[in-house]
């Protein structure tokens, strides 16, 4: 019998090893993990990229060991049941899962049905169901998004779907993977009302995020995690106290942004003026099959050793401006000009030498072998020769982190965070002058953020005009530059030195 | 971290896409709807009259006309033309249904191609039939959606894995054209030229292929994850939040199923 002073989960000495951890660096995923979560906690679960937090997560859903090979030793009890002796949709009757990714768990077309899902899976009647859905939905404040087709849904209206989807089990805990990345601001305030709403009805909520700091003062109890050990577990007050000051208002980055233009202030003045490394000048555009136009009258001119960050609510545009730059599409009307010439007729291989675009997923473009061949990949596509190519090598894997990697390394077998640099390499191999990243911070934890806008700011401060689209405004700051403003496919806060286009 | 592909990037058009709408067709049961295009499918396979088959073709295009789909089901149906085509210059030429008048043929080497009009008539029956069954088919994805398709088969005490995991798979399609295409950006930004022969060059292949791959493995297993956490697997069986009632609709549109079967019949005997 679980009482009400029972914890719900105790974990006790939990180790674990994924099958084939030997190609990855870390071997061990979990070490000596214990704790113990009691009813109407408010946890938030930190470290740096696999630093074990979403492997203690899938321990705790019994999808380890149910579903994975690896080695696990130790006990991990949910209610009173033995994960290794309970199926996994028995313990999800418990343990709510919010996956990182809400595409990857949305399994159906229609909203209703998505949230009926796991009610329809469990054998209840039609009525009872449609009930239950209605009533969650209430609770959860998305009475609004029933009937909607799920794909036409936001990412944030997404991710309260999928919250949904899993609370009409009525859970007493929810886990929560990373759920803050990709979301933008309106969105996060909004799933941080909910989750603070179903805490207030006793839900035990397990945030999962790489960032120490997050919402200081709301979680009651913060664990952090590094190399799978747990290496703090207490009052978030106190962690709060040992991050440095700055480091989570992002006022150090502002501060050296700030430096920068001091040091520098006529370099500053001779960048507003010349020619534009990239410019747009009336530029409409309608994906076929859309009735709105996905951007609208973008005018926009960035000039080389700038930076210029952008930012908008997930659908405002940002992406598809990403892909104008260098032909990926074509706009309806309007131009757009890379160093004073139109690119209308120009192909994407040809505007690529000079225009690097990374899109939102650097995991997608790896292929090779190895990470050196990776490396190589875009140079020989370009025509750039061998020797230019083994000089750049050695300057971008320093540059970015990396060389203490064996070049001989699978670039797929690596953590998501070294695949994502490898990623952001193999695009800075191509020596652009102009480097336009969709959020490039996705999947790399606070310190690597910190790398990569110094990364930025050196390619800046060396000529290369930089653009950046990007929710974090943490990172924002810490690359400096100018912001751009977008919203329903509209500029609306146009960088200074952009005027007069 | 590539399960994002999808994200922002999905507003590109689908191949047949599924359009919400009320009408009578939209309305009835999904069973009947699948009773429908099993049936019209297999009444076209019963026959090879070109009077026969362009009978059921109209039967096919009044539904769509009930439907109010008729402008994108037809935009649907030139997807059809190539394969007519095909059709026509092999049955038209080289059918193994030659008879009657021989208005044509010909040696050529090892092809003795001959109009007859046997021939000519089998060659419209086919072409008919590849209308037809598209045609019905495109009507049923247009007007059912992947929830339905997937509540009418659970009604009917379709095994749920079995049932699921179609549907899924229909719906995994899209996932997988929006994966190609930004793993196809993200190369083409890398200074890979498609323009300049894609296929010809092992590597723009590779590049290609193996990130798609990687796409598609994460995912399945990101959603299998994601399914047993929400409680599939479970002995019992499962329900669906809609019920689906075989309603006065239904039985029209059956008895219209059955009133063309009879014709078919008739006129074949």
Not at chain 1, 329 to 348: A, C, K, M
Not at chain 2, 191 to 203: A, C, F, Y
Request: glycine share 10%; aromatic share 6%.
């Amino acid at each position: 019998m679980v009482t009400a002073t029972d914890p719900l989960i105790t974990v006790d000495d939990l180790s674990y090893t994924y099958p084939r951890a030997g190609v990855r660096r870390q071997g061990t995923a979990l070490d000596h993990v214990t704790l113990s979560i009691g009813p109407g906690e408010l946890i938030l679960l930190s470290g740096e990229s696999g630093s074990g937090k979403s492997t203690l997560c899938r321990a705790l859903t019994g999808l380890i060991p149910a579903k994975r090979r690896g080695k696990m030793t130790g006990r991990v009890t949910v209610c009173g049941q033995d994960t290794r002796r309970t199926k996994v949709h028995e313990i999800a009757c418990n343990v709510g899962y919010v996956f990182q990714n809400p595409d990857s768990q949305i399994l159906c077309t229609n909203v209703d049905a998505e949230c009926a899902f796991a009610l329809e899976q469990a054998g209840n009647a039609p009525a009872a169901i449609r009930d239950a859905v209605a009533g969650t939905a209430d609770r959860l404040g998305i009475s609004h998004l029933l009937g909607r087709e799920t794909t036409a849904l936001s990412w944030g209206e997404r991710q309260r779907v999928a919250v949904a989807s899993v609370m009409v089990m009525h859970p007493s805990v929810l886990i929560l993977d990373e759920p803050f990345s990709g979301l933008d601001a309106d969105g996060a305030k909004l799933l941080i009302s909910m989750l603070a709403a179903l805490n207030r009805e006793g839900v035990t909520i397990i945030l999962v995020e790489h960032r120490l700091s997050l919402f200081p003062g709301f979680f009651t109890r913060q664990i952090v995690m590094e190399a799978g050990q747990v290496i703090y577990d207490g009052s978030q007050r106190v962690v709060d106290a040992l991050t440095p000051p700055g480091a989570a208002t992002g006022t150090a980055g502002a501060k050296v942004a700030e430096t920068r233009r001091n040091v520098a202030p006529g370099m500053d003045a001779g960048r507003r003026t010349g020619t534009p490394a990239i410019r747009l000048a009336g530029v409409t555009y309608t994906y076929p099959g859309a009735t709105a136009p996905a951007l609208q009258e973008i005018d926009m001119a960035l000039r080389p050793g700038t930076i210029t960050i952008i930012r908008g609510p997930n659908g405002s545009g940002k992406s598809t401006l990403f892909r104008l730059f260098n032909g990926l599409l074509r706009p309806d009307e309007g131009v757009v000009e890379v160093f004073g010439e139109d690119i209308t007729g120009r192909q994407v291989a040809e505007i690529a030498r000079k225009v690097a675009v990374l899109g939102q997923h650097a995991d997608s473009l790896l292929f090779e072998e190895t990470i050196e061949r990776e490396l190589r990949f875009g140079p020989e596509n370009m025509g750039i020769d061998s020797r230019t190519t083994d000089r750049r090598i050695d300057e971008v894997c320093t540059l970015m982190g990396i060389a203490h990697l064996h070049r001989g390394t699978p670039p797929l077998s690596l953590s998501a965070g070294e695949r994502q640099r490898v990623a952001l390499a193999a695009v800075l191999m191509m020596d652009a002058s102009v480097l336009a990243l969709d959020e490039p911070t996705l999947g790399l934890d606070g310190r690597r953020k910190e790398d990569l806008a110094r990364v930025l700011r050196t390619l800046a401060d060396g000529g290369v005009c930089v653009l950046v689209a990007t929710h974090d405004r943490v990172f924002a700051d810490q690359c400096g530059g100018d912001v751009m403003e977008m919203a329903g496919g509209r500029m609306t806060a146009p960088a200074p030195g952009s005027e007069g286009v | 971290m590539i399960g994002r592909i999808t994200g922002k990037t999905g507003r590109r058009g689908h191949l047949i896409p599924f359009i919400a709408g009320d009408s009578v067709v939209h309305r009835l049961d999904p069973r009947t709807k699948l009773a429908l295009l099993l049936g019209t499918s297999l009444l076209t396979l019963l026959t090879e009259s070109p009077v026969v088959m362009l009978l059921l073709l109209i039967a096919v295009a009044a539904a769509a006309v009930l439907s109010g789909l008729l402008r994108a089901w037809l935009h649907a149906l030139r997807m059809l033309i190539p394969f007519m085509l095909v059709i026509i210059v092999l049955d038209l030429f080289f059918s193994s249904h030659a008879s009657g008048a021989v208005w044509w043929s010909a040696e050529w080497w090892l092809l003795a191609p001959s109009l007859t009009s046997g021939g000519t008539a089998f060659t419209i029956a086919m072409a008919l039939r590849l209308f037809a069954i598209g045609g019905v088919s495109f009507l049923f994805v247009m007007t059912t959606s992947f929830d339905d398709f997937v509540g009418s088969l659970r009604a009917m005490h379709v095994p749920d894995t079995f049932s699921f995991s179609l549907g899924f798979a229909l719906k995994s399609v899209e996932h997988l054209s929006r994966d190609a295409s930004s793993i196809l950006d993200a190369q083409r930004s890398r200074g890979l030229g498609i323009d300049r022969g894609l296929m010809r060059n092992t590597t723009g292949m590779l590049s290609i292929f193996i990130p798609l791959t990687v796409a598609v493995l994460r995912r399945s297993d990101e959603v299998a994850d994601a399914m047993q956490c929400r409680g599939f697997g479970r002995e019992e069986e499962t329900t669906s939040i809609k019920e689906y009632h075989f309603r006065r609709l239904d039985a029209a549109f059956v008895a219209a199923l059955a009133a063309l079967a009879a014709g078919v019949f008739l006129i074949s005997s």
